[in-house]
């Protein structure tokens, strides 16, 4: 399978751990997206990359989540201090040089936080 | 700020018929629309993308249509099966990222 892969899938912590997510994007996708996804709602940008550098992040996210993607590659995603409000699903997203319209989306990591 | 709007009740429709979902934005202009479909637990999975300029997109049996002026996008799936049950997402571009609609659910019932 060559698609957008999530590690891990499911992730269970207790208020005020540190989580951290990776992503492994479409070989040869040079942009890679996160979003978050409560129940009922569409996908809520969070932050995205083009090959190393991250170009934006929203405004909504608080300075307890940090994104990297050091060799243009995968990516992580951590959230430091876990608040209850962080369960939702975490979703990763890449698109190539040529249609970078078009996002590929990944199963997701959902993140429960007791 | 953007606002997407999704029929917000699900849409149940009879085998064979023809669906139609809508999706209206607010305060910009897109320069293009893309509709996701994601079944439950999974991620997104990309349908049909329409640029500014286009009137109307087919693909086998989905069709999507975009409105500027109106500032509407209506997708449609004719001859619609019960796999095609899942939720369908409308995502106008900002920029380099994808603003998303809540959703529409739509269940084909045999």
């Known amino acids: 399978d060559t698609g957008v892969s999530q590690d891990p899938r499911h992730k269970i912590t207790k208020r005020g751990q540190n989580v951290t997510f990776r992503c492994d994007p479409i070989?040869?996708?040079?942009?890679l997206y996160w979003y978050r996804q409560t129940l009922g709602q569409g996908p809520e940008f969070l932050t995205y990359f083009q090959n190393e550098a991250q170009l934006e992040k929203s405004r909504l996210l608080s300075d307890r989540f940090s994104a990297e993607r050091p060799k243009g590659s995968f990516s992580t995603l951590e959230i430091q201090r876990t608040e209850q409000g962080d369960s939702a699903m975490y979703l990763c997203a890449s698109s190539s040089p040529g249609v970078r319209e078009t996002q590929y989306f990944g199963p997701g990591t959902r993140l429960l936080v007791l | 700020s953007q606002k997407i709007e999704q029929n917000s009740e699900a849409l149940n429709i009879q085998e064979g018929k023809t669906a139609t979902l809508t999706c209206n934005y607010t305060?910009?202009?897109?320069?293009?629309l893309q509709w996701y479909r994601q079944d439950p637990g999974r991620g997104p999975v990309f349908l049909l993308l329409i640029r500014e300029n286009e009137k109307e997109k087919r693909k086998e049996r989905l069709k999507v249509t975009f409105d500027t002026t109106l500032k509407q996008s209506l997708f449609h799936i004719t001859a619609s099966q019960p796999a095609d049950s899942a939720t369908y997402l409308c995502?106008?571009?900002?920029?380099?990222?994808?603003?998303f609609g809540a959703g529409t659910i739509l269940r084909v019932k045999s």
């Open positions: 995502a106008p571009d900002d920029g380099n990222k994808l603003v």
């Open positions: 305060n910009y202009s897109p320069a293009y």
């Open positions: 070989s040869e996708h040079n942009r």
